[in-house]
């Protein structure tokens, strides 16, 4: 079964249905079905071949869910690159990737012409949005997302030479030597995760969905997936910017299931009047990337009586792992739950024995969801991907560690590595204190993170200036603007005239941290 | 009071070039203000005008530029100073 199957059965099935909310339009199954028919053939005809990589940057919106079909449907993989990347990143994906297409929008264009040159696997470009804004000169082969629908390009099916191992997707995430690492993932990976989650959720085609994540998230990503495989409706809003615009939303159109991330919920429980908006229709909610606080948890309980919250807890390698049954929750709301349906997970300690019930060690996932590997990158890969109980089977290492108790419900504990989860995104410490180590005046940079309510964890940033340098927060926030995406930019900064060593004379983070938490208890 | 907004923008969401910042563009589409931005962009309102935002009038026919939110505080002032006749749900499009 191939993931673009999930969009053609329900065009199939249901082609009046409602499938797609988005800025005021509402466009059906067979509608979005027959556009993406368009874009296959477009990108066909610019000389896209099966296995090509085609990058989508661009806002959520009906274009991107439209391309990431289209791409499928050319037997080529799709890459949502996160609307926010700032230009140095996104050349370094699209030169990494060696991305053959891709498709972005007007807003994007300052990133967009910033970089386009030097990708030099590009061979056309698609641009959404006013297309008077588009600039002739931005690429050779450049076309408006509005001129390609008038084309001659044909609405109708074409057949497909993927197999369900071939790659659907590459998902860049946030990589531990501070560069980006493409996470591979087939069809099948996939078709897999989104079969499971839809079981526990037990969602139906009366379901009505709201995403404010971006889909460059596969969390986001995924309620376009998992909605479209149960042919309900999914109501896509940019973000969560402006939340009272997001909860009119979800009373007009009867939503029945809010995915969110701590920040998002502790937005919505500070909306003074929400009990003014009827949301009874609302029937889960979902929360991931981090855990919520048990206040939060009471909070959202007593705010939506009728809602059935799911703690769970995933990595993008691959996408869930565990979720905790609702029911469990006034037992063990510290808990994230138990690996999902088709799935299988234990603990290993250092030397890679599987552990028993009570203890605690790195959590193993083994399942038909778990990727390929990381693009381009064999080390890496190996690093992740061990091999498993049967011949040739690779199991996922997370790098996260967990306690299981007696009855095997998993606890998290911490990172192996020292990765910060801030608004639900994974940041690595070092992309960060590359950044900064780039800024002139910085002599050295360490990044931690702090407790922090509304992000879980925020960024703080030690830094020593080079002597006679006299920096400031604003010219680093400034400096970190061009460089890095909004969420991983430090709220904190501490100017320090020397850091902490260790033996081998490299900044002693143990202590710094240990510092942090003496504050922290302080407080 | 333009001026007092658009310094209150440049201060805290650090952009890299003042002149990118035009009274009537969506600071959302342009990555200006994200959804920590708003709530601390309520609070300078808030503080500043001596003014109470309703979770209601949290909407970009309010917020998103800088037009927008000089029109809303002008609105919305204008009530304060005859409140005998206010009615709240003036201020909000919804």
Request: hydrophobic residues 40%.
């Amino acid at each position: 079964m191939l993931l673009q199957s999930v969009l053609e059965n329900s065009a199939r099935r249901a082609p009046q249905k409602i499938a797609l909310v988005c800025r005021g339009e509402r466009l059906s199954y067979g509608e979005i079905d027959r556009k993406a028919n368009q874009v296959a053939a477009f990108l066909r005809s610019q000389g896209i071949r099966r296995g090509d990589r085609v990058a989508l940057f661009l806002d959520n919106s009906i274009e991107a869910v439209i391309s990431l079909f289209g791409i499928l449907k050319a037997d080529a993989v799709f890459l949502m690159l996160s609307p926010q990347l700032k230009a140095p990143k996104l050349a370094y994906i699209l030169e990494n990737s060696g991305a053959r297409a891709l498709v972005s929008d007007t807003a994007k264009l300052r990133a967009v012409s910033e970089v386009i040159h030097a990708a030099r696997a590009l061979e056309a470009v698609i641009i959404a949005g006013d297309e008077n804004k588009i600039e002739p000169g931005l690429h050779r082969n450049v076309v408006a997302w509005s001129e390609m629908e008038r084309g001659s390009g044909s609405q109708a099916a074409t057949g497909n030479a993927n197999i369900d191992v071939d790659l659907a997707s590459i998902i860049y995430t946030s990589g531990s030597t501070g560069d980006p690492k493409g996470v591979m993932l087939t069809h099948l990976n996939m078709i897999s995760a989104a079969t499971s989650i839809i079981a526990y959720l037990e969602n139906v085609p009366e379901d009505v969905v709201i995403n404010v994540l971006p889909l460059s998230f596969d969390y986001g990503l995924y309620q376009v997936l998992m909605t479209f495989k149960f042919g309900g409706t999914l109501v896509l809003e940019k973000s969560f910017v402006f939340p009272y615009e997001i909860v009119k939303r979800m009373a007009e159109e009867k939503v029945t299931g809010f995915p969110g991330v701590p920040t998002i919920f502790a937005i919505l429980l500070q909306m003074k009047d929400l009990k003014k908006y009827d949301l009874r229709s609302l029937r889960y909610i979902t929360n991931t990337a981090a855990a919520l606080p048990v206040t939060h948890i009471r909070q959202i309980r007593e705010t939506f009586p009728q809602a059935r919250l799911y703690s769970m807890y995933g990595l993008t390698e691959c996408k869930r792992v565990s979720y905790l049954p609702p029911e469990e929750l006034d037992r063990r709301p510290d808990s994230v739950g138990r690996g999902m349906p088709n799935e299988e997970v234990w603990l290993v300690d250092d030397r890679g024995n599987r552990l028993g019930p009570g203890a605690t060690g790195e959590l193993v996932v083994r399942g038909s969801n778990v990727m390929k590997g990381y693009w381009g990158d064999p080390e890496a890969t190996d690093r992740v991907l061990r091999p498993g109980p049967l011949p040739g089977e690779k199991v996922l290492r997370t790098g996260d560690l967990f306690r299981m108790d007696e009855e095997g419900f998993l606890y998290f504990v911490g990172r192996r590595d020292d990765m910060i989860k801030t608004r639900g995104e994974r940041v690595s410490p070092k992309e960060v204190e590359n950044a900064l180590y780039a800024a002139a005046g910085v002599a050295e940079a360490a990044v931690l993170p702090v407790p922090d309510d509304l992000l879980g964890s925020a960024i703080k940033a030690y830094i020593v200036p080079k002597e006679g340098a006299s920096l400031t927060d604003r010219q680093l926030l400034l400096h970190c603007k061009k460089m890095l995406e909004e969420f991983a930019i430090p709220k904190y900064f501490e100017f320090r005239d020397t850091l902490p060593k260790n033996a081998s004379g490299k900044i002693d983070k143990l202590s710094l941290k240990a510092e942090l938490q003496r504050l922290d208890r302080q407080n | 009071m333009r001026d007092q907004i658009r310094n209150f923008i440049l201060e805290n969401f650090i952009l890299e070039k003042p002149e990118d910042l035009v009274d009537d563009e969506s600071l959302l589409e342009k990555g200006i203000m994200d959804s920590t931005g708003v709530l601390e962009l309520v609070a300078f309102l808030e503080s500043t005008y001596e003014i109470k935002v309703e979770d209601e009038e949290l909407i970009p026919e309010n917020l998103d530029s800088i037009r927008n939110i000089v029109n809303y505080l002008e609105r919305k002032l204008a009530l304060i100073s005859k409140p005998q006749t206010a009615q709240p749900s003036a201020v909000s499009q919804a």
